[in-house]
Nanobody
Framework: RVQLVESGGGSVQPGGSLRLSCVAS????????LAWFRQAPEKQREGVAA???????TYADSVKGRFRISSDNAKDTLYLEMNSLKPEDTGLYYC??????????????????WGQGTQVTVSS
């Protein structure tokens, strides 16, 4: 049974930092495309960052230069380091996985395994 479990969310002030983690069971990260998505209230889920099995990364324009995605395949753990956080970064953050290459990386339909999400709130 595949399970993805996110952690690391919380409440921070604008300009602050958080690091999210996503631990997998039932799959091996090294052969998967992995990504982080977020969903704010009354908005569609949007792709934030993705990393392919070849290590290539893709970022949404809104987070480039502030967020960094990485994967520790030995621990089957995916990370998202978030710096210079803004109120518009607030949302429920999900990790996602797909057993193979993806074309875009930031489209939700490309992934078939999802975590339950961890809440990030950026507010003064």
């Amino acid at each position: 049974r595949v399970q993805l479990v996110e952690s690391g969310g919380g409440s921070v002030q604008p300009g602050g930092s958080l690091r999210l983690s996503c631990v997998a069971s039932g799959i091996t990260y090294s052969t998967y495309a992995l990504a982080w998505f977020r969903q704010a209230p009354e908005k569609q889920r949007e792709g934030v960052a993705a990393i392919g099995s070849d290590g290539r990364t893709t970022y949404a324009d809104s987070v480039k230069g502030r967020f960094r995605i990485s994967s520790d395949n030995a621990k089957d753990t995916l990370y998202l380091e978030m710096n210079s956080l803004k109120p518009e970064d607030t949302g429920l953050y999900y990790c996602a996985a797909y057993p193979g290459p993806v074309v875009n990386g930031l489209e939700a339909y490309e992934y078939n395994y999802w975590g339950q999400g961890t809440q990030v709130t950026v507010s003064s």
